[in-house]
């Protein structure tokens, strides 16, 4: 909304004025486009209940997460506990709903310190190239262990703590998302307009800045959506390995681990805090689904349109 | 009076399987009931197994399966006194200061050879060197063969509790053939003396083991007794399985697919003691639940913080969820009805849960919030347990308590340390049967105390304790051991638990005790 | 085809390098050890020093890793403390369970998968397209170690159909072993069956709408015909793709899986081994996966350039 003097009529726009409305209107389509796509939408819905849930955990849990309830342990589902109670008579309700935070922060703190690592390797792989194949051999010895199973290990070896969750999965999740970030800024590098930029003599750090990474935003920000939605899975292994954040940490992945030993007296500590992880993972996975199909409309032809 | 308290009518049946228990020696005679020869049993354990060299381990994974491959020369009775097994006897100096001990004639190993005293020699100088309580054979100087069937030990000094501890059967003494004399740890070929011997072990998956058919059974009792008596095998072979979750464990057991399950988590013992197809064992007292305090680290360093957690905490809510109800409240340093049980000692500050007496203490210590960090392991459901419950009560009288959940080799690192943890939860399983001088070897020097830094009084006590030549004068010792350990408010001792055992009904003979002893069980139908 | 492979396998030395490298730091990382373990709850001091000693965890790091690679290079992953033998053959014993697990997860993977896109994609737009796309979308957002759980609990306790856990090896008992392998083998599957009917569907699309499947179709041949042979056979090069990412997907999903199964494989290995701070088993577990999965990359790019000559000549 930048405010020009004297915009009554319509009198004849700088350049810089007329990038700057193009840019604004595009955006607008772009997020029309969003919130018109059904995944996305629902994706969205989904990510948003999910967090509103953890940020008014105090106001929306029946009780404190860590409350011992002595005189009603195992408790079925009932109406002072609606999805029942564990072993130590904690309130399995109020757990997973403080439970959605630990996921929450793991989850944010994840995709942030891999997108912030994934973007600085990517770019610095593809721009310095006596770096890019000391940067990748790295990244691909990382990624040929499968999996989880090095956040599994590195998560084991550091300890058990939400903090060292976070590290093993982001050593673990930035290869793939530094790559993605290498590849497509490689493909924009050799775009015509940041020949174009170059040929103007704009410096290394505007070129990498201002055109190369806001082109490789797209990928990426798809990406580590994905991320997300596996940190929250990951999360969960973890935990029931007993690597993840240690109890009584109200972590989904640990009420799920604190049930196995019930499954069968107790089946409600187990399937509830699954059916959410299942229910924010989907909302996570149809965000990143939306969110490529407008981003991506190459990909998008691909998926969608190819056949018609 | 003392408290006595059991979960929610636990299972009336039960107490039948008890009073077996403890009859066992007389009601279990050969030939009492139609015993079924052959067959294989499959028995549950949650552990691998680290080890199958029964000297060099003192996990109890590995115990459970050794103790039927392997025998001591003394062991534990039923009641927990020492009693020879492959020995015939012992003979002590009126010095105190040699050991003359005689062995069982005709005794055979399961390499077909006779056991004599050069194996028993050679078994004890590898103990020195691989045991995995190797002290215990400090207060021995020298071991000498006298006689085919006869070793001499001479002692350093007299030590009136030796017998005791040497039949201990925490990384039991046993005996093997001279051939396995020079094998590293874990290297024998493991070869004993037992009902049963060695087939095949693939680590945790499982161990097998067959009947020994030329044993030599111990002839001067008539039924089993603890690690020794008469032992007959009757099945063909057993195999142990290593089943790490206990849903796991428990739905095998229903669907029949194995025999005895070490132990049952107490919620499946209530939903199957309906089930006419499966019998429980309950094994009651198995363990002291202990909390201990750091000594050398403040906020536990003051004498009052620490009687206020004693005073906050509510002993019966954590042994109810940390032993999901099998459990006794005790607050004394042995079981009840034992010999050194010190009475009533120490009571009036057992199980008090008292918010405000605790409170007026924390401000009495000068408490300004500084975290109480409580250590505890993943891999000992009861030691987490413990810990959430504490938590969470000495939360609610100001108490900043925060759980640090180690794997238990970190757990068992970290307390050797003087900082980084305030309290540690444990079970201590073995030491109380053991009677008070192991048990509170672990709270005196020369050893490391659980609580860190020696309590002076204690470790003179302690001392007085390993020298009384007397019951009597022991029995004194220990009442004011007691009656320290509830000045000090050092280690707190929370309960007594029980191990609840299951098995398929047509599985006879299983008298519960320290390890499942396999021998003298068969499989009806 | 020789010349690729060659080039293939020389790239994967760097790789296996940092997983060497890597997978001895992570060992540098932690903060307890195994000493205590070893000596028991009442060990002294001095007795944890000499252990310490015995099992070389006293020298310095440079040395422990000089020693690492010495060994390595013997074939020599170490001794484990607490199994009481070499590691090498502790890893390759439990080898089998967890490649047989993978192999067959992927198989029902990719038979469900491909199944549910081309289904997808023949449908294209209709209500059958759309259910097979949410099942697939659901069957990513499972966690599978929880499905496998609830699996336990319908199929193990409630239907009693299926054991619940447990391993019977396939020479002892061949109906006994796939009884055993179908629960856990299917929960890994679900959760992957999605990638691969997601890639199917979409490079099915792209196939059937090239010129020459419509010139097929408008010679007349059979529509199943049409699909299978020319559109899934052109539709295959992509779905190689992703079966290579999903073979890293499964195996690290197995060493979950194996735990709530317990079957005895590598996984079930590592876990026990990471309670116990088991290092050599933890390392060597870990390496061994990895090399698996290097391999596995190989194997799916040699299938690659079997589909797609044109890959051979691309690098």
Known sequence: MTAEPGTTAAPPLSLAQEVARARRRRRIVFLRRLLGHPSFLIGFVILLAFVMTALLADWLAPYGPTRIHFRAILAPPSADHWLGTDGFGRDILSRIIHGTRVSLRIGIFVVLFTGILGTILGTLASYISWLDGLIMRGLDGLMAFPGVLLAIALAAALGPSETNAIIALTVTFTPRTARIVRASVIVVQQMQYIEAARAVGAGHGRIVFRYILANALSPLIVQLTFVFAVSIIAEAILSFLGVGPPPPAPSLGNIIADGRTYIQEAWWITVFPGLVIAVAVLGLNLMGDGLRDVIDPRQHSTRDTGGR | MRPRLRQAGLLRTLSTTAILALAAGSLAAPGAMAQVHGGELVFVQGSNPPSLDGMATSSQASRNITMNIYETLYGLSEDISPIPILAEGVEVSDDGKTYVFTLRQGVLFHNGKEMTSEDVKASMERYRRVGATANKLDPVRDIEITGRYEVTFHMVGPTPTFLESFSSPRAPAVIIPVEDADTEAGRNSFVGTGPYKFVEYVPDSHVTIERFDDYSADTRHDSVDGFGGFKTAYLDRVIFRVIPEPGAQVAALEAGEVHLVEQIPMPAARRLDANPDIVLHENMPWAFTTFHLNLAEPPTDNVKFREAIQVALQMEEIMAISSEGLYELNHGWQYPDTTYWAGDIGLEYYNLADAERARALLAEAGYNGEPFSILTDSNIPQHGRAAVVIAEQLQNVGINAVINQVDWPTALNIRLQDEGWNGWTLQMGIEPVQGPVAMIATLASPARPHFAVPDAELDALYQELISGMTVAERQETHKRIQARLYEIFASIKIGDSGLMQAGRANVKGFVPYRFPRVHDVWIEG | ?315
């Open chain 3, 1 to 315: 085809m020789t010349a690729f492979l060659i080039r293939r396998l020389l790239s994967a030395i760097p790789v296996l390098f940092v997983v060497t490298l890597v997978t001895f730091l992570i060992m540098w990382l932690v903060p307890g050890d195994i000493t205590a373990e070893i000596a028991g709850p009442d060990a002294t001091a001095a007795e944890l020093a000499a252990i310490r000693e015995r099992l070389g965890l006293d020298r310095p790091i440079w040395v422990r890793a000089l020693a690492w690679y010495g060994d390595l290079f013997r074939g020599d992953l170490g001794y484990s403390y607490l199994l009481n033998r070499p590691v090498v053959e502790a890893v390759l014993e439990r080898l089998p369970v967890t490649l047989s697990l993978t192999a067959l997860a992927l198989t029902l993977a990719t038979a469900m998968g491909m199944l549910l896109g081309i289904l997808a994609a023949v449908r294209h737009n209709t209500a059958v397209d759309q259910g097979a796309m949410v099942t697939a979308l659901i069957g990513l957002s499972i966690p599978d170690f929880w499905l496998g759980v609830v699996l336990i609990i319908l199929f193990g306790v409630w239907l009693g159909w299926l054991p619940t856990g447990g391993f019977v090896p396939l020479a002892e008992d061949p109906v006994g072993w796939a009884r055993s392998m179908a629960l856990p083998a299917f929960t890994l599957a679900v959760t992957q069956m999605g990638v691969i009917a997601r890639m199917t569907r979409s490079a099915m699309l792209d196939v059937l709408s090239q010129d020459y499947i419509r010139t097929a179709r408008a010679k007349g041949m059979r529509r199943r015909t049409v699909i299978f042979r020319h559109g899934l056979r052109n539709a295959m090069i992509p779905i190689v793709t992703v079966v290579g990412v999903i073979t890293g997907v499964l195996l690290s999903g197995a060493v979950v899986i194996e735990t709530v199964f317990s079957l005895p494989g590598v996984g079930r290995l590592i876990i026990g081994a990471i309670q116990r701070r088991d290092f050599p088993i933890i390392q060597g577990g870990l390496l061994v996966t990895a090399c698996v999965f290097v391999f596995v990359n190989i194997l799916v790019d040699m299938l690659y350039a079997w589909f797609d000559p044109r890959v051979r000549n691309d690098r």
